[in-house]
């Protein structure tokens, strides 16, 4: 029994020494919201399609997740770092997307040369995980629930991302992902082999004070298993904008031109938006607009959202919203009515 005793002292004095050394931290977000839906369809010639839910869901207002994240600092200006993030649907315990660290899951080595990570990841676009760029061109950092005119990536397996350090308020970013999905494609293609798909993006990032700005480039290398039709082309997005916090209120102005989005589908959008400090809480407004031709249709797309968030404490807030959208795509048009409220806590 004593023998015991000591082994398990002897594991917890090792394990706080290298928590201690290695900076380990347990973090989370644990969000739920009651979220009413309406979708109308109107089909010239049809009946008129009218849709109605209302539900509780995970992560209406943030994605609720449980991560682990270390930093150790090996000297001489060298630290190594990982992230492992769980994302999970808090109305039902069920695991996202059937991944362990789905959301991230990355391994780093950081020197006064800048940062070389590795893992799976969040493209420039994907309004996800530690390299989101959108937070600085979109006020809703990825549209507002089913409100949302620009066009994004995901997360990809097989990532490798090197990121330069700040040389005159710039700083740049380049990511390439090998296999953007084991999971969904597990027997097509191989990695880093033209017969997977594979994503490459660079961004430019800018800080001067209370401006902030982008300027990215993104393509999503299509296999080339199959014939090399329109269908198959390589998908390309530009992305364009940034924020200028003024004292009353931070606006956003952002605007993308993408080839071949969703099977042949080009065209541009725009947003502009804006964070108001409203009542101790924050304002959040946005529009989005998009037009785009697939080469047989041409649709157009507008919507606008509002969300107020108000903190409870310093981990806990409340938030509402509700937002509007209408797409018209030739005989068709779609209108989609938003309205949530819920509550987010971390941890």
Known sequence: MFKKSLAAVAVLGAFAASSMAADVQLY?????GMIYT?????????????????????????????????????????????????????????MSDNRLFGREASLSVSSSWGTLSAGRMGAISAAAGTYDFMALVDAFDGGD?????????????NMLVYQSPKFAGLQMTAEYSFKNDNKADPDVGH????????YAGFAL?????????????????????VERGAENADAKIV?????????????????QYFENIDNKTDGYALHVGAQIPVAAGTLTTGLYYNDKDNGADDSDYIGGSVKYEYPLSARTLVYS???YAEEDAGKTTTETTQAYFGLTHTF
């Open 28 to 32: 989370g977000v644990v969000d739920y």
């Open 145 to 157: 629930g089913d409100i949302n005119g620009l066009v994004g990536t995901a997360r990809m397996d």
């Open 205 to 225: 990032t800018g800080e001067y004070g209370n401006f902030q700005a982008m300027a990215a480039y993104e393509q999503i290398l299509k296999s080339d298993t």
């Open 38 to 94: 309406n979708s109308v369809e109107k089909t010239e010639g049809k009946p008129d399609s009218n849709v109605d839910k209302f539900e509780l869901n995970s992560g209406v207002n943030s994605g609720s997740r449980l991560g682990i994240k270390a930093t150790e600092d090996l000297g001489n200006g060298y630290k190594v770092s990982f992230k492992l993030e769980n994302g999970f649907e808090a109305d039902d315990g069920e």
């Open 321 to 323: 919203s509700i937002g």
């Open 239 to 255: 992305t364009v904008g940034g924020n200028y916090n003024c004292g009353f209120a931070t606006t956003f102005v952002s605007g």
């Open 191 to 198: 990695e880093g082999h033209t017969d997977a798909n594979r």
